[in-house]
């Protein structure tokens, strides 16, 4: 059954007449995100420090936003979360995701890092897959004054943001510095896919199939592409020696059976993976904590694994 709160947000929506993203151009639809997110987050929470950083990542100035745990001084050595904003590549920001973050930082007491990777369509792939790399290599090269163990950084993100936290995992296999962890939270694992939640939860639960193709057609040059797996991580030739991963999915998510089917391959390649399925619940509900209480649950999982995978 349907979370009633999440059905009660649903038909707010429909009473509301709220347009249907792919109906929107990219602007507008960034403006109206900006605008929905306030209206369901809840306030954020007080942090012992919020820095705003400019990083040069390979000739692109992408902004980062640093957050410290409540309690944690300025020189305290902290693990850390490099997080990616969800929104399609096209929509959001480090201020949609604010209080998402800080919930994250003071639950698990990692320092996180907010990356405002680039968006299409005036950035198409791979900029944001690239901006999300060198983030993630920019923080553990900067870990001495950033105050963290680069030897406990994960990634993550939600929807978009956690497909590309999985692409950072497969493209820092084997490299010198890797992802200690990575927080899957709903993620986007195929372009263009076909699965049964993506016909079942097509329509009616916010996120819609034709959402998705708006969003992949604005992110990818062409159809091809979908099939490099910097934009489906899910057709990696291999998915052996990848780092640990939670990956939590919603019942109601067209997104749903590719998160099931990514943590699934993790498994089968003999890396380790926690699966958590929200079953009543709907894509994005993890940043809706004002009207969902799940919301609150599903911050409080990922937490417990960051604390769980990334304890000293």
């Given at each position: 059954?349907?979370?009633?709160?999440?059905?009660a947000?649903?038909q707010?929506?429909?009473?509301?007449?709220v347009?249907?993203?792919?109906?929107?151009?990219?602007?507008?639809a960034?403006?109206?995100?900006?605008?929905?997110?306030?209206?369901?987050?809840?306030?954020?929470?007080?942090?012992?420090?919020?820095?705003?950083?400019?990083?040069?990542?390979?000739?692109v100035?992408?902004?980062?936003?640093?957050?410290?745990?409540?309690?944690a001084?300025?020189?305290?050595?902290l693990?850390?979360?490099?997080?990616?904003?969800?929104?399609?590549?096209?929509?959001?920001?480090?201020?949609?995701?604010?209080?998402?973050?800080?919930?994250?930082?003071?639950?698990?007491?990692?320092?996180?890092?907010?990356?405002?990777?680039?968006?299409?369509?005036?950035?198409?792939?791979p900029?944001?897959?690239?901006?999300?790399?060198?983030?993630?290599?920019?923080?553990?090269?900067?870990?001495?004054s950033?105050?963290?163990?680069?030897?406990?950084?994960?990634?993550?993100?939600?929807?978009a943001?956690?497909?590309?936290?999985?692409?950072?995992?497969?493209?820092?296999?084997?490299?010198?510095?890797?992802?200690?962890?990575?927080?899957?939270?709903?993620?986007?694992?195929?372009?263009?896919?076909?699965?049964?939640?993506?016909?079942?939860?097509?329509?009616?639960?916010?996120?819609?199939?034709?959402?998705?193709?708006?969003?992949?057609?604005?992110?990818?040059?062409?159809?091809?592409?979908g099939?490099?797996?910097?934009?489906?991580?899910?057709?990696?030739?291999?998915?052996?020696?990848?780092?640990?991963?939670?990956?939590?999915?919603?019942?109601?998510?067209?997104?749903k059976?590719?998160?099931?089917?990514?943590?699934?391959?993790?498994?089968?390649?003999?890396?380790?993976?926690?699966?958590?399925?929200?079953?009543r619940?709907?894509?994005?509900?993890?940043?809706?904590?004002?009207?969902?209480?799940?919301?609150?649950?599903?911050?409080?999982?990922?937490?417990?694994?960051?604390?769980?995978?990334?304890?000293?």
């Amino acid at each position: 059954m349907l979370d009633p709160q999440a059905k009660a947000l649903l038909q707010l929506m429909v009473d509301r007449g709220v347009p249907p993203v792919n109906t929107l151009p990219p602007q507008e639809a960034r403006d109206f995100y900006v605008l929905r997110k306030a209206l369901t987050q809840p306030e954020p929470p007080v942090m012992s420090h919020v820095h705003d950083h400019l990083p040069d990542l390979g000739g692109v100035k992408v902004p980062v936003r640093e957050y410290r745990p409540a309690g944690a001084s300025a020189t305290d050595t902290l693990p850390a979360l490099v997080y990616y904003h969800g929104g399609g590549w096209v929509i959001g920001n480090i201020e949609t995701h604010d209080v998402l973050c800080r919930q994250l930082s003071n639950a698990s007491g990692c320092a996180v890092f907010s990356v405002d990777y680039r968006l299409a369509p005036e950035h198409v792939f791979p900029a944001a897959y690239d901006d999300a790399l060198a983030a993630f290599q920019w923080v553990v090269s900067q870990a001495a004054s950033l105050h963290i163990d680069p030897r406990r950084v994960a990634v993550g993100g939600d929807s978009a943001g956690g497909n590309l936290a999985a692409a950072v995992c497969l493209g820092a296999r084997g490299s010198e510095h890797v992802p200690a962890f990575q927080l899957l939270i709903y993620p986007a694992t195929l372009m263009y896919p076909d699965t049964p939640s993506y016909h079942a939860n097509a329509e009616g639960y916010g996120l819609t199939a034709q959402a998705m193709h708006w969003f992949m057609d604005h992110y990818l040059p062409t159809r091809e592409h979908g099939n490099d797996w910097r934009a489906s991580p899910l057709k990696a030739s291999s998915h052996a020696g990848l780092p640990p991963a939670l990956v939590l999915t919603a019942g109601y998510d067209p997104l749903k059976d590719e998160g099931y089917q990514y943590a699934d391959a993790l498994s089968a390649a003999g890396g380790v993976a926690e699966y958590v399925c929200f079953e009543r619940q709907i894509h994005g509900f993890i940043t809706m904590g004002r009207v969902m209480r799940e919301a609150l649950s599903g911050v409080e999982v990922c937490a417990q694994a960051l604390r769980r995978y990334l304890a000293k």
